[in-house]
């Protein structure tokens, strides 16, 4: 297996990695100037771990059943992650305690977070981490490893999800019940595992002094600009507002499959008289079409696509024991990003992959900013590059397909943009409800979710004979086990995404630009002056979102209203 990240140092060397450590603990600070010089040195140094660090995560996700793959991963998350953690604290501390006062106006929210961070710092976290770290691992070993029997085939689970499209509602029962049956499979040790990482994780915030994990992620994320109760206000202006369009729309799509409700094992489908959306063949068809969809936009997007293609940064096609999902991983050494992505030939593997590139064109922006903290872009102001990036391509399309493809590719993406709201705040509501109500059973968990997942929907949906699917959809859902309390971010993005995508409606020149100066930012300017560059208002307000879900509904019904004839 050939590496796609440059390994500056000997990862096993612990002994060198605190030699460095100790010599920019003890360098001197006389003046400004060395304080700021240090700064880019212990910048420059973590890069160079992390991209090692990183480049072993990439290596485990595309090959999580590899021993010696697994055995590396396994070292950085119990050796060189809690030596990295320790050394961090002690040089956030070395530069907090300087007397040499650093332009607030450069490093504000540089300082502010290195405070932040310190107030959090328990070392005895650093145990716990590496106990959580092992079982995000497992997470992803028994989840990559589903596979499901499908006409004397063994398929992964990303294989068997295009099968829901099929216009036949027979065979698509039969695929939903094969995916859920291969997660019941594993559905026992996945709670236990949560079991266990509700215990850790409560134990480091009450070893930090708050009252529960949420509010310890809150800080750990650096979220300044809005609180849990906001993340409430949102939930209940998604169900006063977007719940009643997505019974419209379901409605819709009812009439358009000839059923009377909708079923779990429906939303994907296409109608008895047409046949689902198949872009691309292979990952080179999917990458050269998508080459040209970015050139549109701005040639350098297309440039930097080929360059990752070139230098095998880009693992596109789903296979056995790879893990699920899809990310961008940013290698600030080499000055590239590596995507990774589950593609078996459908729409949404065009969007992942345009998705995943608004992330590497975002870092590509990034690239000249000086210290890592610089590029450590917050999560919604990142997934407002990715998920902006998906609606200014839409009108490229025609690359992949004929007039009357592109409508309805259009067509489908706005309505799953609607539907998305409520399957993405649920999943922030839930882990809310999991953390504010510490010592919940496995039984109660799944309840809560059902009851959360009940809470947005519409009168069309029908879920009878799958109450029980229904409350473990969460399993599915990797963040909630690797990365907690990440997924509001997508939920505010994607509303920063549609007021562009409104501004490119009337002016896509200034949509494009607006676009390009948010993310030459970085994380050197609030969440509100980056949404502000692109013209855009950090604002989730009910108001907001009234007027975005009737922008969309206005889009959504000149589409309908355009049918292509004799395509």
């Not at 360059?307 to 990310?327: I, Y």
Request: aromatic content about 10%; glycine content about 6%.
């Amino acid at each position: 297996m050939s590496k796609v990240y440059v390994e500056t140092h000997d990862m096993r060397n612990i002994e060198a990695m605190k030699t460095r450590f100790e010599e920019f603990l003890a360098a001197p600070f006389h003046n400004v100037d060395e304080v700021e010089d240090w700064l880019k040195q212990v910048s420059d140094y973590q890069d160079e771990l992390r991209e090692a660090i990183d480049g072993h995560y990439i290596d485990f996700q595309t090959h999580n059943q590899d021993k010696e793959v697994q055995e590396t991963y396994q070292f950085d998350q119990e050796h060189v992650l809690p030596l990295l953690k320790r050394y961090e604290a002690q040089l956030d501390q070395k530069l907090l305690s300087s007397p040499h006062e650093l332009d607030n106006n450069v490093y504000g929210r540089l300082i502010r977070s290195k405070q932040t961070a310190a107030e959090l710092y328990r070392e005895e976290n650093i145990d716990l981490e590496v106990k959580e770290d092992r079982l995000a691992t497992r997470y992803f070993e028994l989840t990559g490893a589903l596979t499901a029997e499908w006409e004397g085939e063994q398929l992964t689970i990303p294989q068997l999800f295009p099968l829901l499209e099929d216009p036949d509602r027979t065979k698509r029962k039969k695929v939903y019940d094969q995916l859920f049956g291969a997660l019941s499979g594993v559905e026992e040790e996945l709670q236990a595992i949560m079991d266990e990482l509700m215990v850790i994780r409560e134990q480091k915030a009450a070893n930090s002094g708050l009252a529960n994990y949420r509010d310890y992620m809150f800080k750990k994320y650096n979220r300044f600009d809005y609180t849990p109760e906001d993340c409430k206000e949102l939930a209940d202006s998604i169900r006063e507002h977007v719940v009643p369009a997505i019974g419209r729309i379901l409605s819709k799509k009812a009439e358009e499959l000839g059923v009377e409700s909708i079923r779990p094992y429906d939303h994907r489908a296409v109608p008895l008289d047409e046949e689902p959306l198949r872009p691309f063949k292979t990952g080179d068809e999917l990458v050269a079409k998508t080459g040209r969809v970015l050139g549109e936009i701005s040639p350098r997007f297309s440039e930097l696509l080929h360059l990752m293609d070139s230098k095998g940064l880009l693992d596109l096609e789903t296979r056995k024991n790879k893990s699920p999902g899809g990310f961008c991983e940013s290698l600030p050494v080499s000055g590239l990003s590596f995507i990774f992505m589950n593609a078996s030939g459908t729409h949404g593997d065009v969007t992942t992959l345009i998705h995943e590139m608004g992330h590497c064109i975002h870092n590509d922006f990034k690239r000249t900013l000086p210290l890592a903290f610089d590029r450590a872009t917050p999560m919604e102001s990142a997934e407002l590059a990715s998920m902006g990036m998906e609606l200014l391509s839409m009108d490229h399309w025609d690359h992949f397909y004929s007039e009357e493809q592109v409508r309805q590719a259009k067509l489908d993406m706005l309505r799953d943009i609607i539907q998305f709201f409520p399957s993405g705040i649920r999943v922030d509501e839930f882990q809310h409800w999991m953390y504010e109500n510490p010592g919940h059973s496995k039984e109660e968990r799944s309840e809560a979710y059902g009851r959360i997942v009940d809470s947005y929907l519409s009168s069309e949906e029908d879920w009878s004979g799958y109450e029980e699917v229904k409350k473990k959809q969460w399993l599915f859902v990797l963040h909630i086990f690797e990365v907690p309390f990440y997924y509001i971010e997508y939920v505010i993005a994607q509303l920063g995404a549609l007021q562009l995508y409104r501004i490119y409606k009337a002016d896509p020149d200034r949509a494009i630009e607006g676009y390009k100066e948010a993310l030459l930012l970085g994380n050197t300017a609030s969440l509100s002056d980056v949404y502000e560059a692109a013209g855009l208002s950090f604002d989730f307000s009910a108001d907001m979102i009234k007027g975005l879900v009737a922008f969309v509904e206005k889009e959504i019904a000149e589409l309908e209203g355009s049918t292509v004839k004799n395509s």
